[in-house]
């Protein structure tokens, strides 16, 4: 699809505002959430809205609106503004952007239908080891207990820092929202390789992630014979091995494994290891597989640390069912893409997104663009401006096309 400069200059002029907020040396971004590098990215945002003529709203948990209109039952498209460690710079801010376009579009054609772009705080776990904390405290969506008891890269508590913030860790549920609408960069591969402009997501993968801890007896490497340790990365080693070996067996069902995380301890050349830690992430969109890889490293592990004499200590972190987005808007936003002629395909997400708080709440729905060689949570991450316009387009369109 074609764009005018007009747009195109719009959605570049947006992108450099954010460009060098916690930039890095290495020529990435770090921007944490609810931290002031956060802040900085949403008053840059406030600030955008302003010179367009829009109202600004925020929410108990420090989450904010652009707002053409303070009415009821309007179209929310949201994303969000913080990043990974040495993270990209299109990962959520894509998505904060495309709202803002479609707000724009909506101004310049008369368009009379409220319409509020958020910009979700805390979305990546990179802070707080939790994500979708914004997004997930206004929806009751949030799928961990102590939430309060979080703690941030620096060592404070999530709940000290909203009752310094004057936020309220307990919010009111958001009301109004008359449908959920979110552009975000694919972060792999397929749309890229498929050269296909839009992706209509129609399921996001549940996540079930474990810690494991592995102890036995760090003891002297030269003077302990071979049969008689109880070495726990050796241990360690064979669930990680065995990680993989399940999550192939079951790739056939779009599920996948990994072992994301492994500290060693002592970790020294002439002492064997005695305490690992494995960080264990699974996801998939089928139920059952999910639940077959669970019992499959469960019980692989436990039978290893058996045969080696390690002691196992398991801590589940988290446990998501895979969420569907809404059918109809599927449908519909694939209609609204045949005919804008741009090239689209039906696809999952394996990673996590606001989306998945908003799905319980309201219809819900979710399209992927384009970006380079699948690049993600990386400096290397790109998106071209054509395609965040290409598909603000689809749902501006989308939203025209509901209210004529």
Known sequence: ??????????????????????????????????????????????????????????????????????EDNYYLIGSHLDSVVEGG??????????GMMVLRWAKEDGLNVPIRVGAFRCEESSNFGCCTIGSGLITKEVYKQDIEGLVAKDGRLLGDIFEERGLNIRPKKIEGVRQYLELHIEQGKVLNECHTKIGIVSTIAGPIRYNMYFHGMAEHSGTTPMM???????????????????????????????????????????????????????????????????????????????????????????????????????????????????????????????????AAICDTAMLFIPCDKGNSHNKMEFAAIEDICNGARVIYEHIRRENQ
Do not use: W
Not at 89 to 98: E, K, T
Not at 248 to 256: A, I, L, N
């Open 1 to 70: 699809m074609i764009h005018s400069r007009k747009d195109m200059q719009y959605c570049e002029e947006l992108f450099k505002g954010f460009y060098n907020i916690g930039a890095t040396a290495d020529g990435g971004v770090t921007r944490l959430g609810y931290t002031q590098t956060e802040d900085q990215m949403h008053e840059t945002l406030i600030a955008a809205g302003r010179q367009m003529g829009f109202t600004e709203m925020a929410d108990e948990v420090g989450n904010t609106y652009i707002c053409n209109s303070a």
């Open 228 to 358: 008689m340790r109880n070495d726990a990365l050796c241990a360690a080693s064979e669930v990680v091995l065995d990680v993989e070996r399940i999550g192939q067996r079951e790739s056939m069902y779009q599920s996948v494994a990994t072992v994301g995380v492994l500290h060693n301890r002592p970790n020294a050349m002439n002492v064997i290891p005695g305490e690992v830690q494995l960080g264990i992430d699974i996801r998939g969109i089928d139920r059952a597989s999910l639940d077959r890889i669970e019992k499959g490293v469960l019980d692989s592990a436990r039978t290893i640390c058996r045969k080696r004499k390690v002691q196992l200590i398991e801590e589940k972190l988290s446990s998501i069912p895979p969420i569907e987005m809404t059918k109809e808007l599927e449908t519909k936003l694939e209609e609204v893409a045949r005919r804008l002629h741009i090239s689209n395909r039906i696809m999952v997400s394996g990673a996590g997104h606001d989306a998945m708080s908003f």
């Open 89 to 98: 710079r299109y990962d959520g801010v894509a998505g904060v952007i495309a």
